[in-house]
């Protein structure tokens, strides 16, 4: 198993190298003229030269590449100050350190994003073995029927709807918010549960169907037959033998949805007007704020391949035959 980490590790450390450099190339080497977006619209011909030897762009490509990279892992020095790793530049924009900025959003929408998961593991998964477990009854009727039409929502038109009936019309709730699980553990669930659930709501029907015909595929396994055959009760052959093989296809996909899940923050934010990486990175496009933009992406590029390596090891644990490939 650690070497199934290791390699995975390795894996994800040159595939984020190569993201940045992607990332540096694609905006820094591109035919644009930055120094004068960070100048702004009256902007004198000193003050420009001024701006753009503070940002290094007057050095040689392959010299503000390695300033780039190397600054990400030891820091780089600015005209104003030290900038200390992960040093992902200045914001054009505020003149705020990248890094300090996105670390001060961060929190919002890893809670944002870990209690969606939550939400629609728990309840899709129960749901769905509910489902499988009771099939052909009327709990199976309707649990199949609802997911099927909860799937054809989005965020954006549930977002309003829930906003309408929980805090507007009835007043049970308030707008959603933020609040530091480590100050106010129950404020930070109240706060942000509504989004939350909005969030987990495409997530939950898509993983009841899944994990309803998951597991209707392991009852009809020969293993499976073979413990009822020898006289084990339906809920231990349920539970031993069928609901760990039918994991197998919800983990390989669940990567997939985590990510989903980050990039779904940015359409959340925005309908609760919520301050997190979804709503910065909303910004420092309309800003034209460069560093900004550049430093959103890489650390979003981080978070799903760390989320990434977690559900490899999460199948490997489940399907021993993935450490041996």
Known sequence: MLQFIIRRAVGAVVT?????AATFFLFVAAPSDYASLACGKDCSAARLEDIREALGLNLPIAQQFWDFMSGIVAGRDFPDGHCPAPCLGQSFYSGELVWTIIKDRFPLTLSLTVGAALVFLIVGLGTGMLAAF???SHVDKVATGASMVLSSFQ???LGPIALAIFVYSTGWMEDPKYVP???DPFGWLIGLS????VMATIFTAQYTRMSRS???EQLAEDHVRTARAKGMSQKYVFFRYAWRGSLIPIVTILGIDLSS???GAVVTELTFSLQGIGRLA???AVNKDLPLTMGVMLVGAFMILMLNILVDIAYAWIDPRVRLS
Not at 16 to 20: P, T
Request: hydrophobic share 55%; glycine share 14%; aromatic share 12%.
């Open 155 to 157: 965020i954006y038109f």
């Open 282 to 284: 909303v910004d420092g």
């Open 214 to 216: 998951s597991l209707i």
């Open 16 to 20: 984020l190298f190569l993201i940045g």
């Open 194 to 197: 509504i989004p939350m659930v």
């Open 134 to 136: 009771r099939r052909g």
């Open 261 to 263: 899940l980050l990039g």
């Open 181 to 183: 699980i480590s100050e």
